[in-house]
């Protein structure tokens, strides 16, 4: 005995003490610890067997008296320690001082959560107990499963017991007890094949028979094969006990009392007897296998609890990120971050307009839009220019009517040139001040991107910040478009460098040329011919349109990044760092909005409570 217990205090207690610390941290939300859920069929014994280990009267009676899962938290004290309960759930907590009160303390439970009716629910009621009369153990006792629908009942009771046994069995970190009577065929039991269904080969399914006393005669040598593993083979076994029935309750049999039954009941039995001696029979025993079963589940669930941990961590820390720290409380400290937030946007708000990987960690595509945008103005010109080509007989034509002089037909008319340029080119305006109003718009929305990321949790900032970006866009806009229009009055000039257009038309002439052969056309160098006119009016048309296309095709883009991007961001840095000189505006800006804060508090007590785990377990795992 004294080695059994010398075991116990160096094995035994400190597994179970490891997951009930990790419980008492709370990360039972984050995380599945191992743990042991009790599932059966209606009326097949499991809250006597739970009675008998916890040495508490649970609710019992006919129909469905479990209705909620009740977490049944078994502590051994020290002999002589007094007995202590205590029960909560959703956010209620209470202790029990008399074991007397327990049943009736379940009962106020399970009405406050389900209410008065026959339903159930997936909230749980924990109850704690610490005695020197029970083992150190945690059991999940769960609803029986039920076939049919009685009075008041939803009709698919059923299946939603079935699905809420199912939420805990397919949890590797659980052992299913599965509790089956004496006098029934096991194999065609729900609760067994809810176990099979989850864990196939039984590794993690221990059977307990109940009701030995109630077995049919003749079918003794079968429940005997079974205990013994000779029928459906579970990895963990089987064993056989005997609580209190009906009868003895009526008769006021003890706990205690119906304990010692239990003992002289398989002692003296001619076929279970030889049950007892191997070990497999009685409600002690199958607390002592109970708590071996759940430390050994224990060590080997540790490496998976600690990967559990690591992942919830990181993930975790994903999400303190994004919620951002907060600010500091002290007075003095507060101003500090509030500068140091808002220089760090300012700093990230330039990098994005300039191209450059943002502090904050996000990544914008602006100038991936920017290009596509400014790509897509070099095509507006481009299919200008190609209508242009299209209409260009037709145009010189009305030109030389309302333009030509006293000039034969055949000269090439300046004016006529010119004037042609010149519309061509005004066509350009509209397109390029609606591309600065598309740009304006979505520098400003990645702008504001960035601002929702810097100032998370700080809705007065974020407002500022983004009632300063769309008034800085609003001047800088007017300013671009002003430069833009004066642009376009210049492109009224009809210039370029002599050198450049010599060149551009010379290029243009040997296309020409070359075309012309490759289709055997005779060339006519007729000068005199109109036809011969146009074409020479063709060529310095397009070679001049070319080149102010190209002139604009980077001109347009340069006022924009220029006012829109550049200006813009320096503008905004003035504006926010001038807003932080308003001694009166700090706290009104630091307000932070309550939702978040309430996000990020919960991520932090997440994060600290899994840490603390991560510590309790290294610290575990050095010691054993
Ligand atoms: P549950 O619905 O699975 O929780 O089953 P209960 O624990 O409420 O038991 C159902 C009925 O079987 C109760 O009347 C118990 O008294 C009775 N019962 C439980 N275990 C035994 C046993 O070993 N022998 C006898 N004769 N009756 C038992
Ligand atoms: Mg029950």
Redo the contacts with the bound molecule.
């Keep these: 005995m004294s080695t059994l217990n010398q075991q116990y205090e160096e094995k035994v207690r400190p597994c179970i003490d490891l997951i009930d610390s990790l419980r008492s941290l709370g990360v039972e939300e984050d995380l599945a610890l191992p743990a042991i859920a009790v599932i059966?069929d209606?009326?097949?014994?499991?809250?006597?067997v739970l009675e008998a280990l916890s040495g508490v009267a649970l609710p019992?009676g006919t129909g469905i008296?479990?209705r909620c899962p009740l977490e049944l938290k078994m502590k051994r004290n020290k002999e002589g320690e007094t007995w202590y309960g205590k029960i909560s759930y959703q956010s209620y907590n209470e202790e029990i001082k008399n074991p007397a009160d327990v049943e009736e303390k379940i009962r106020e439970a399970q009405v406050k959560i389900t209410g008065d009716d026959q339903g159930i629910s997936e909230d749980s009621i924990s109850l704690e107990i610490a005695s020197p009369d029970v083992p150190d153990l945690t059991l999940i006792d769960l609803p029986?499963i039920v076939r049919v629908a009685v009075k008041n009942q939803p009709v698919n009771i059923g299946d939603q017991i079935k699905r809420l046994i199912q939420k805990f069995i397919t949890k590797q970190e659980t052992i299913c007890l599965v509790?089956v009577p004496s006098n029934v065929d096991i194999a065609t039991t729900e609760a067994l094949k809810m176990a099979q269904e989850v864990d196939p080969i039984g590794e993690r399914t221990l059977g307990i028979l109940?009701?030995?006393?109630?077995v049919d005669k003749g079918t003794e040598d079968m429940v005997v094969k079974i205990v013994r593993n000779e029928e459906i083979l579970l990895r963990k076994g089987y064993m056989i006990v005997?609580?209190?029935?009906?009868n003895e309750?009526k008769n006021n049999v003890s706990l205690s009392e119906s304990i010692e039954r239990e003992k002289a009941f398989f002692k003296e039995h001619s076929y279970f007897q030889t049950l007892y001696d191997e070990g497999q029979a009685t409600v002690p025993k199958l607390a002592e296998k109970l708590t071996l079963e759940l430390v050994h589940h224990i060590q080997k669930s540790l490496p998976r609890l600690e990967e559990q941990i690591e992942k919830n961590l990181a993930q975790t820390q994903t999400q303190l990120y994004k919620y951002g720290n907060g600010a500091p409380c002290d007075t003095s400290e507060r101003l500090a971050f509030l500068i140091d937030t808002v220089a760090a946007f300012t700093q990230d708000a330039i990098s994005l307009t300039t191209g450059e990987e943002l502090k904050c960690g996000f990544r914008s595509c602006l100038f991936f839009m920017l290009r596509k945008e400014f790509g897509a103005w070099k095509d507006t010109i481009e299919r200008s220019g190609v209508t242009f080509n299209w209409n260009i007989e037709r145009e010189v034509a009305q030109y030389e009517q309302r333009y030509r002089g006293r000039e034969l037909p055949g000269f090439i008319n300046y004016k006529t040139f010119e004037a042609i340029v010149q519309e061509h080119i005004k066509k350009l305006e509209e397109p390029a001040i609606l591309k600065l109003k598309e740009v304006a718009e979505t520098v400003k929305k990645e702008l504001f991107k960035l601002v929702q990321r810097s100032f998370v949790g700080f809705p007065n900032l974020i407002k500022m910040a983004q009632i300063n970006i769309e008034a800085i866009r609003k001047e800088k806009e007017i300013v671009a478009d002003s430069m833009l229009r004066t642009q376009f009055k210049m492109e009224q000039i009809v210039y370029t460098q002599d050198s450049t257009y010599s060149k551009k038309i010379g290029k243009r002439k040997r296309e020409d040329d070359q075309v012309l052969l490759s289709s055997n056309k005779i060339v006519m160098k007729n000068t005199g011919d109109t036809r011969t006119t146009l074409k020479e009016m063709m060529i310095h048309l397009k070679s001049y349109y070319q080149i102010v296309g190209q002139r604009l095709a980077d001109q347009i883009p340069l006022v924009i990044r220029y006012q829109m991007l550049q200006e813009s961001t320096i503008e905004l840095r003035r504006q926010m760092l001038h807003m932080l000189q308003d001694k009166e505006k700090i706290e009104p800006l630091l307000q932070e909005s309550t939702e978040i804060k309430s996000e990020r508090i919960h991520y932090q007590k997440r994060h600290k409570r899994l840490s603390k785990a991560r510590i309790r377990l290294t610290e575990f795992s050095m010691n054993i």
């Design positions: 059966g209606q009326s097949s014994g499991k809250s006597s019992r008296v479990t029986g509790v109940t009701k030995p006393d109630l005997k609580c209190r029935g009906q309750i």
